[in-house]
């Protein structure tokens, strides 16, 4: 089975930082793209970074500039460094990667069980 874990979530004052953590284990082929997705109460789940595996990039409008997403594939591992916090992105956010479990596999989304993230103002 392939699990992703996340962590390093919790509260933090508005202008603070957090880094998130993910972590892939199981049975592992490859990783495609990994995502960092968010859930605020009441709303619905958004897509807030990506990182293929060449490491290209792209983030949602509102965390360009204040978020960035990195990957090391050797560990199967993504990170989110989230700077200058804001009230609006507390949210739970989960972690999401494109992973192939064996050689001839199909490639399948996995999801971790999320982490909160409280910003404070």
């Known amino acids: 089975q392939v699990q992703l874990v996340e962590s390093g979530g919790g509260l933090v004052q508005a202008g603070g930082s957090l880094t998130l953590s993910c972590s892939a284990s199981g049975i592992i082929f490859s990783i495609q793209a990994m995502r960092w997705y968010r859930q605020a109460p009441g709303k619905q789940r958004e897509l807030v970074a990506a990182?293929?595996?060449?490491?290209?990039?792209t983030y949602e409008d509102s965390v360009k500039g204040r978020f960035t997403i990195s990957r090391d594939n050797a560990k199967k591992m993504v990170y989110l460094q989230m700077n200058s916090l804001e009230p609006e992105d507390t949210a739970v956010y989960y972690c999401?990667?494109?992973?192939?479990?064996?050689?001839?596999?199909?490639?399948?989304?996995?999801w971790g069980q999320g982490t909160q993230v409280t910003v404070s103002s």
């Open positions: 990182i293929t595996s060449g490491g290209s990039t």
């Open positions: 999401n990667a494109n992973i192939r479990r064996w050689s001839g596999d199909g490639m399948y989304d996995f």
